[in-house]
């Protein structure tokens, strides 16, 4: 493959536009480093003037060089602060740097300043919902969409706010509408996915869900066999894989016996701590974390591509439970945990596990964001604590854990020298009740039959529906949801009524049976 570099004519001339016009033909041909490096020299011949500062800054965001960007659009801003323009890309660039207050800042200027230009109206509504402050960003989309009606983002972006408030049979109009301007767009084509499935659309929503192969998502390029389309399995040996969180693959792998009962062997591969958890799974003929180049199989599917090619409604949910840990690990963590935990043989304390706080993605700066509103601090949870006859126990991995220190809160640690979800099955096994966040841990104890309350953000998951504290996917599975984006002390305060209520129960039950 030949190597292009910047033509030595062009930079022999030394003039700043010509520099940036090399480092856009650089990035146009994949070679950003080499933009980058350009781009430094470009800074050597700045012109003193804002639309060069601003030019550069331009440049930079193209090549997702955000703080770069962000340094020189406030550069521009110092010498023409009314510059609409401006302070609207310095919005954008610092909403890439996870920036969302500075984001909004910015964007709201920018409206202020020119509130004439939609796309300001509709980024900003865009950047209010990602700091979860949907109702203000319904307020910026519909001034976009009364400028301009038939946007494809204004109206994405009205679909997406309106599925977040929980209306999702709305927001279907609105992601419809954008489809009619750009039926091909994958972002909008998986948001109206997310809302049929929510609304209770499963049949057209697992449709739709195929989407995510035509952005985010690469169909495995490792795997001789054909994808599944649906067809006859018997005899056949599948395998199916892991593709999306931990919370998916053990939401759906029950529906492993449907394709060992139309005949098929199931091999299926999962990441090393679900190996063991999987293997006990119904259907399931074999596991593996790594595929062997030995291994043959007629057909290949990834997990979340079951629902459409099994063709799942609404109404199918199961069997239960459909996860499970032999009795030998349930004695040596479970009961060794309960114990541990018991402040009295006599008078035995009523258990609840804790989780806090999900995972937080680096890599993925929307999930990143996603994950900050449905995760709490320990701090938050502290009212828990006042009710009488419950010992709580900490099932938090990763920095989260470090709060129990913090807080000085009277938990027992239930992770330690947890290698695996087997271990922490066995362990949960140990207690009354998990109380969580929307992490993979409120789908582990759904899927063992474990009584689980579910504490929602506002804007919640597609699988939790737009309203309601009962879900058939788990049944015993209470979902307690913030009334509005950001209030846990409401959704905390509910659940503490209802333990006390429960305790009461508990005690009754100790009573009657004289212990």
Same mark, same amino acid.
């Given at each position: 493959?030949?190597?292009?570099?910047?033509?030595?004519?062009?930079?022999?001339?030394?003039?700043?536009?010509?520099?940036?016009?090399?480092?856009?033909?650089?990035?146009?041909?994949?070679?950003?480093?080499?933009?980058?490096?350009?781009?430094?020299?470009?800074?050597?011949?700045?012109?003193?003037?804002?639309?060069?500062?601003?030019? &550069?800054?331009?440049?930079?965001?193209?090549?997702?060089?955000?703080?770069?960007?962000?340094?020189?659009?406030?550069?521009?801003?110092?010498?023409?602060?009314? %510059?609409?323009?401006?302070?609207?890309?310095?919005?954008?660039?610092?909403?890439?740097?996870?920036?969302?207050?500075?984001?909004?800042?910015?964007?709201?200027?920018?409206?202020?300043?020119?509130?004439?230009?939609?796309?300001?109206?509709?980024?900003?509504?865009?950047?209010?919902?990602?700091?979860?402050?949907?109702?203000?960003?319904?307020?910026? @989309?519909?001034?976009?969409?009364?400028?301009?009606?038939?946007?494809?983002?204004?109206?994405?972006?009205?679909?997406?706010? &309106?599925?977040?408030?929980?209306? $999702?049979?709305?927001?279907?109009?609105?992601?419809?509408?954008?489809?009619?301007?750009?039926?091909?767009?994958?972002?909008?084509?998986?948001?109206? %996915?997310?809302?049929?499935?929510?609304?209770?659309?499963?049949?057209?929503?697992?449709?739709?869900?195929?989407?995510?192969?035509?952005?985010?998502?690469?169909?495995?390029?490792?795997?001789?066999?054909?994808?599944?389309?649906?067809? $006859?399995?018997?005899?056949?040996?599948?395998?199916?894989?892991?593709?999306?969180?931990?919370?998916?693959?053990?939401?759906?792998?029950?529906?492993?016996?449907?394709?060992?009962?139309?005949?098929?062997?199931?091999?299926?591969?999962?990441?090393?701590?679900? @190996?063991?958890?999987?293997?006990?799974?119904?259907?399931?003929?074999?596991?593996?974390?790594?595929?062997?180049?030995?291994?043959?199989?007629?057909?290949?599917?990834?997990?979340?591509?079951?629902?459409?090619?099994?063709?799942?409604?609404?109404?199918? @949910?199961?069997?239960?439970?459909?996860?499970?840990?032999?009795?030998?690990?349930?004695?040596?963590?479970?009961?060794?945990?309960?114990?541990?935990?018991?402040?009295?043989?006599?008078?035995?304390?009523?258990?609840?596990? &804790?989780?806090?706080?999900?995972?937080?993605?680096?890599?993925?700066?929307?999930?990143?964001?996603?994950?900050?509103?449905?995760?709490?601090?320990?701090?938050?949870?502290?009212?828990?604590?006042?009710?009488?006859?419950?010992?709580?126990?900490?099932?938090?991995?990763? %920095?989260?854990?470090?709060?129990?220190?913090?807080?000085?809160?009277?938990? @027992?640690?239930?992770?330690?020298?947890?290698?695996?979800?087997?271990?922490?099955?066995?362990?949960? $096994?140990?207690?009354?009740?998990?109380?969580?966040?929307?992490?993979?841990?409120?789908?582990?104890?759904?899927?063992?039959?474990?009584?689980?309350?579910?504490?929602?953000?506002?804007?919640?998951?597609?699988?939790?529906?737009?309203?309601?504290?009962?879900?058939?996917?788990?049944?015993?599975?209470?979902?307690?949801?913030?009334?509005?984006?950001?209030?846990?002390?409401?959704?905390?305060?509910?659940?503490?009524?209802?333990?006390?209520?429960?305790?009461?129960?508990?005690?009754?039950?100790?009573?009657?049976?004289?212990?």
């Amino acid at each position: 493959m030949t190597t292009l570099s910047p033509s030595p004519c062009l930079l022999t001339r030394r003039t700043f536009t010509e520099y940036l016009r090399v480092a856009v033909g650089l990035e146009e041909v994949g070679q950003r480093e080499s933009a980058i490096d350009v781009l430094r020299e470009a800074e050597t011949l700045l012109p003193e003037r804002p639309e060069s500062l601003f030019l &550069l800054g331009g440049v930079y965001e193209r090549l997702q060089c955000w703080e770069r960007a962000s340094l020189f659009y406030g550069q521009a801003l110092e010498a023409r602060p009314h %510059a609409a323009r401006v302070w609207h890309r310095l919005g954008i660039a610092l909403l890439h740097q996870d920036d969302l207050r500075g984001s909004i800042k910015a964007l709201e200027t920018a409206v202020q300043q020119d509130p004439a230009i939609p796309e300001y109206a509709t980024d900003m509504s865009m950047v209010l919902s990602r700091d979860g402050q949907f109702e203000a960003a319904l307020g910026f @989309v519909q001034s976009a969409l009364k400028m301009q009606p038939d946007d494809a983002n204004a109206l994405n972006n009205a679909g997406h706010i &309106l599925q977040c408030l929980n209306r $999702s049979a709305e927001a279907l109009q609105f992601y419809d509408a954008a489809l009619q301007r750009s039926p091909d767009h994958p972002v909008i084509r998986f948001g109206r %996915a997310a809302a049929l499935l929510k609304s209770g659309d499963f049949l057209l929503g697992w449709q739709e869900y195929e989407s995510r192969w035509l952005s985010s998502r690469t169909v495995r390029a490792d795997i001789d066999a054909p994808v599944w389309e649906g067809e $006859s399995l018997k005899g056949c040996t599948i395998l199916v894989h892991h593709e999306q969180g931990y919370g998916d693959t053990l939401h759906f792998i029950r529906l492993m016996p449907i394709l060992a009962q139309r005949g098929a062997e199931v091999v299926v591969q999962v990441p090393v701590p679900l @190996v063991r958890l999987v293997q006990r799974v119904a259907g399931v003929s074999r596991v593996v974390s790594v595929l062997d180049p030995a291994d043959s199989f007629d057909y290949h599917c990834p997990m979340m591509s079951l629902p459409v090619r099994l063709g799942l409604t609404a109404e199918f @949910v199961g069997q239960f439970p459909y996860l499970s840990v032999s009795e030998g690990d349930m004695a040596a963590q479970g009961s060794k945990l309960r114990l541990q935990v018991q402040s009295s043989r006599q008078t035995p304390d009523f258990i609840v596990g &804790l989780v806090w706080s999900g995972d937080p993605r680096p890599h993925d700066l929307r999930a990143t964001q996603t994950d900050r509103r449905r995760s709490i601090t320990l701090s938050t949870l502290a009212p828990l604590f006042s009710v009488e006859g419950v010992r709580f126990v900490s099932f938090q991995m990763g %920095a989260a854990r470090h709060q129990v220190a913090e807080t000085g809160l009277p938990l @027992v640690d239930g992770t330690e020298n947890i290698l695996d979800f087997t271990d922490t099955a066995a362990r949960l $096994s140990g207690v009354d009740l998990l109380i969580t966040v929307d992490t993979s841990m409120a789908h582990l104890a759904g899927g063992l039959g474990k009584p689980v309350w579910m504490l929602s953000r506002s804007d919640a998951c597609w699988r939790w529906g737009d309203a309601g504290t009962q879900t058939d996917w788990y049944p015993d599975m209470r979902i307690f949801r913030q009334p509005v984006a950001g209030d846990w002390v409401s959704v905390v305060d509910d659940v503490r009524l209802t333990l006390v209520r429960l305790m009461d129960l508990y005690r009754g039950s100790q009573h009657e049976s004289g212990e």
